[in-house]
């Protein structure tokens, strides 16, 4: 079985940054030019690129536009989120190059918009669904709602989404693992492509993600913070055996 791995780069700014539970306190920036960033990642071997626009995220305003385009022309199969809740500009990252749409705050605010979405351009609609405790958190991670997490998954399978980012905050940016179990349980959703998001940091996650049948998952910090090689994930992605 075979596990889609995304490098990830979130952007504030300009820079390459990582938070710690979505918190824009707790910044550490990685690098001042993204799309050298993606070039590296590309380099090492990954194909995909996870993209967040932590600015868009925040205030709905796209302030990095020049570095998308950038890293669009990198090679790699780029999808991007933050702050995406119109129609146009799902259009205008599209133009740009970028594979993959992801809605956020718009999905659990607006869950019509997803679907007529997806029936305006299909696969290129992904929903990032971050969860806190189990709820659906929007808005940049600020707001907590009152949807649990697995039904809202549940529901945007039903509404066509083939691709759910799926983001336990509790464990984002600490670098303790991810949470395999929720997972396990997500994966047994039908039609519906599961990349796993938050604290993804040892090759066990790695291994237990794609023994699961789980399709994608996202690496941060992890690379960032030198505690995995990107080369030596994509390997354990396609079937390697840990050390």
């Not at 190059?97 to 007529?116: C, E, H, M, W």
């Not at 696969?123 to 009152?146: F, H, L, P, Y």
């Not at 023994?211 to 080369?231: C, R």
Request: include cysteine; glycine fraction near 12%; charge should be negative.
């Amino acid at each position: 079985m075979k596990l889609e791995i995304f490098p990830a780069i979130d952007m504030i700014d300009g820079q390459v940054v990582r938070l710690v539970k979505g918190d824009y306190a707790q910044k550490q920036v990685y690098g001042a030019d993204p799309a050298a960033v993606a070039r590296s990642f590309f380099e090492q071997g990954a194909r995909n690129l996870h993209l967040v626009d932590l600015d868009a995220a925040r205030t709905g305003i796209v302030q990095n536009k020049a570095q998308i385009a950038a890293i669009a022309k990198t090679g790699l199969f780029v999808e991007v989120g933050g702050g995406i809740r119109s129609c146009e500009r799902i259009e205008e990252y599209l133009a740009l190059g970028v594979q993959r749409v992801i809605l956020g705050t718009v999905a659990a605010k607006d869950p019509d918009f997803v679907s007529d979405m997806v029936r305006r351009f299909g696969s290129a609609i992904a929903v990032s669904v971050d969860a806190r405790d189990g709820m659906v958190a929007v808005s940049g991670w600020q707001e907590t709602t009152a949807l649990e997490s697995f039904a809202f998954c549940r529901d945007m399978a039903d509404r066509g989404v083939e691709t759910v980012i799926y983001t336990d905050i509790g464990r984002d940016g600490l670098l303790g693992g991810a949470n395999i179990a929720a997972y396990k349980s997500l994966n047994r959703i039908q039609g519906l492509n599961i990349i796993a998001s938050g604290g993804v940091s040892f090759e066990s996650d790695i291994t237990a993600l794609r023994d699961l049948g789980v399709y994608g998952a996202i690496v941060g910090k992890a690379l960032y913070e030198n505690k995995l090689s990107l080369p030596r994930v994509l390997s354990l992605a396609q079937g390697g055996s840990a050390s």
